[in-house]
């Protein structure tokens, strides 16, 4: 258990929708970061957070938007989702000042647009 | 474009002799390299990390090693066991004036340990 927790573990929805994903980092850890996995694909690197702050953008649409909240939890927001969005959704979490590059990784969402 | 790659998508490997799983990266500012192992219905986890300063970092059975000059690292796994069935990540970051740099990942490799 690497102690970042990400809920729901699964989500249906169709086309047009809009969903949230929930992540909750390690305790202490004050970066959060985001990744999408789509099949047979490496994890693309979305979005980073830093206590509140973004920090860092990757490869992420701009209909998907995210934030980190004053307890250090974050969310990811997926609108008008199309069926390429269909992919395993991580978050990870990470001390400022600790190793570099390690991260904690959640168990991830799955999303299925149909 | 893919600036990380791990050409092979598979691997399977007797328990007990030697699994190498390789790994190529284009952006000559990498200078950070870690491998990630992932269960299915979990997330990776981390299992080795090695900077741009040393050629091999060996913790117990594992061992990665960097090649700057050819852009390659590998890990090694050594004896094979049957719980290093998994697909492994290879990642590299570039330093930052944040110090928590985002990773880019390869596509993975599936390694199967035959009892």
């Known amino acids: 258990d690497s102690g970042v927790t990400q809920t729901p573990k699964h989500l249906i929805t169709a086309t047009g929708q809009r969903v949230t994903l929930r992540c909750s980092p390690r305790?202490?850890?004050?970066?959060v970061y985001w990744y999408q996995q789509s099949l047979d694909q490496g994890l693309q690197f979305l979005i980073q957070?830093?206590?509140?702050?973004?920090?860092a953008k990757g490869n992420i649409l701009e209909r998907f938007s995210a934030q980190q909240f004053p307890d250090l939890h974050s969310e990811l927001n997926l609108s008008s989702l199309e069926l390429g969005d269909s992919a395993l959704y991580f978050c990870?979490?990470?001390?400022?000042?600790?190793?570099?590059?390690?991260?904690?990784f959640g168990p991830g969402t799955r999303l299925t647009v149909t | 474009d893919q600036q990380v790659k791990q050409n092979s998508p598979s691997l399977s490997v007797q328990e007990g002799r030697i699994s190498i799983l390789n790994c190529d990266y284009t952006?000559?500012?990498?200078?950070?390299f870690l491998w990630y192992k992932k269960y299915p219905a979990e997330g990776p986890t981390f299992l080795i990390s090695i900077s741009s300063i040393k050629d091999k970092n060996e913790d117990g059975r594992f061992t990665v090693f960097l090649n700057k000059s050819a852009k390659h690292l590998s890990l090694h796994i050594v004896p094979s066991q049957p719980g290093d069935s998994a697909v492994y990540f290879c990642a590299a970051s570039a330093k930052s004036n944040f110090g928590n740099e985002k990773l880019t990942f390869g596509t993975g490799t599936r390694l199967t340990i035959i009892p």
């Open positions: 990870a979490s990470s001390v400022s000042g600790a190793l570099r590059g390690e991260q904690y």
């Open positions: 305790s202490g850890d004050l970066s």
């Open positions: 952006n000559s500012m990498f200078d950070y």
């Open positions: 957070y830093y206590n509140g702050e973004e920090r």
